[in-house]
């Protein structure tokens, strides 16, 4: 078994990863002044990098500073300086992984605090009940807007390229821009991009394709896709596995499959139509399904930090295992097991009433060890104690506060 999660595996592009184990995207919200990574992201990455995974891809990198999933998020459009981005590729790719920037656009998922226009398929906000407010209300997206965005995904991947990454993953999942499109939910459009399933996939097509037809052939282009987004009428797992089907004639060199949004946190293992998913590896029947129709291979990504569980996902048909939150908790958790353990990387629980705050509470606990990591404040394989959730909270909510003035300010220099 072991020999398959190190064993090497060849991309459809000729590209290889040298094992089957993947830091998954996990958001920083570290960016230094002018949203650039700066030395913290790079110790980070350089943990990762000796950590041992095959495969790193980077937290969500946004192609427009006019939209930012949270105010300490890194931009990278055309003409954004490169050196900063040159070093942390270094960084990352030092022990010879592959090194993937999460390209994404959040369209309506979005704090209000952040200002400026939001832009969606429809005008639709978010529901997340009593803390809806503090959500942006977007506008519907004309055709020249829609064109914009495909043009800057592929702007930004080729900016990635140049800087020295790998490969680029194309966020469509979580609720993003792209997944709301691909949500009739939030797609209410009654044009070329909205309705059918062909209209609903069309920009994640177009902006597959058009990022391919400007980065270079050995450049690997991948994708994150919801199995389904676990809400009555959404996204569905039939439509996931018909995006799946033309997303093979396309040269999608990997899928990487999740599920779930802001609304219905599927990701953290939480359902808002009442779906149960596994305990651990939550999406490997969905995988495992999808797997079975995709050309490329498939990556699952969501609950999994045991080697075991590892062992499993990798046994039933899918080509790699991401894990996000037991790689922010032991760094080097793929050299351990590589070196013969099977250490185990125990996350944080927080089970409050208010569902809401305890996904944003475990998002904190995550992100704050995220930091402690990029300041070399733990060694990597060292599972320091919990932190309490109510201040870690308290202290994430004050950063941000201070990341969203320090945003405003940048924004309105740019403006
Ligand atoms: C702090 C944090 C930030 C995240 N940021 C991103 C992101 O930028 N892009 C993304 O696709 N997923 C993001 N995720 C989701 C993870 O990639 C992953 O899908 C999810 O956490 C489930 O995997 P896990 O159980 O291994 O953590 C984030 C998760 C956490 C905990």
Redesign the pocket.
């Known amino acids: 078994m072991t020999s398959t999660m190190f064993s090497s595996l060849q991309l459809p592009n000729g590209s290889v990863l040298p094992n089957r184990l993947a830091k998954?995207?996990?958001?920083e919200n570290m960016a230094d002044s002018g949203q650039l990574p700066g030395p913290a992201i790079h110790r980070l990455y350089r943990a990762w990098a000796d950590g041992g995974a095959g495969l790193i891809i980077t937290?969500?990198v946004m192609i427009d500073g006019r939209a930012l999933t949270g105010p300490g998020g890194i931009v990278l459009e055309a003409e954004t300086p490169l050196a900063p981005f040159t070093q942390w590729a270094q960084a990352a790719k030092h022990k010879g992984a592959q090194v993937w920037m999460?390209l994404?656009h959040p369209g309506r998922q979005v704090m209000a605090a952040m200002g400026g226009t939001a832009w969606a398929p429809s005008a639709l906000a978010l529901d997340m009940g009593k803390h809806s407010k503090l959500f942006v209300q977007p506008k519907a997206m004309n055709d020249a807007e829609i064109q914009e965005v495909i043009a800057r995904f592929a702007a930004s991947a080729a900016a990635a390229e140049r800087a020295g990454f790998t490969g680029v993953e194309i966020?469509a999942?979580?609720g993003y821009l792209i997944s709301q499109f691909l949500s009739p939910l939030s797609n209410q459009r009654k044009d070329d991009w909205g309705g059918s399933l062909p209209n609903r996939a069309r920009l994640l097509l177009e902006v597959v394709r058009a990022v391919r037809a400007t980065v270079t052939a050995g450049f690997c282009v991948a994708v994150?896709l919801n199995s389904a987004d676990f809400q009555r009428g959404g996204f569905s797992e039939d439509d996931a596995r018909q995006v799946i089907l033309w997303l093979n004639e396309l040269q999608v060199d990997l899928v990487e499959l999740?599920g779930g949004s802001y609304e219905s946190p599927a990701?953290?293992g939480r359902t808002a139509d009442g779906h149960t998913l596994a305990r651990e590896a939550y999406f490997l029947e969905f995988a495992k399904e999808l797997a079975a129709v995709a050309h490329m291979p498939v990556m699952t990504?969501?609950?999994?930090s045991r080697k075991a569980v590892a062992e499993q996902v990798l046994a039933s048909g899918v080509a790699v295992a991401?894990?996000?939150?037991?790689l922010?908790i032991v760094p080097d958790l793929p050299a351990q097991w590589l070196a013969g353990g099977d250490q185990t990387a125990r996350s944080q629980q927080v089970e409050w009433k208010d569902q809401v705050m305890a996904a944003v509470a475990r998002?904190a606990l995550?992100?704050r060890r995220l930091r402690l990591l990029g300041a070399s404040r733990v060694a990597a394989g060292n599972q320091t104690g919990n932190h309490s959730a109510l201040l870690t909270l308290i202290i994430d909510q004050m950063r941000t506060r201070r990341l969203t003035r320090r945003y405003r300010r940048w924004s309105q220099a740019r403006a």
């Open positions: 998954a995207a996990m958001e937290g969500n999460q994404n966020h999942a979580h994150k999740s990701m953290q990504t969501g609950g999994i991401g894990m996000a939150t037991a922010a998002m995550v992100k």
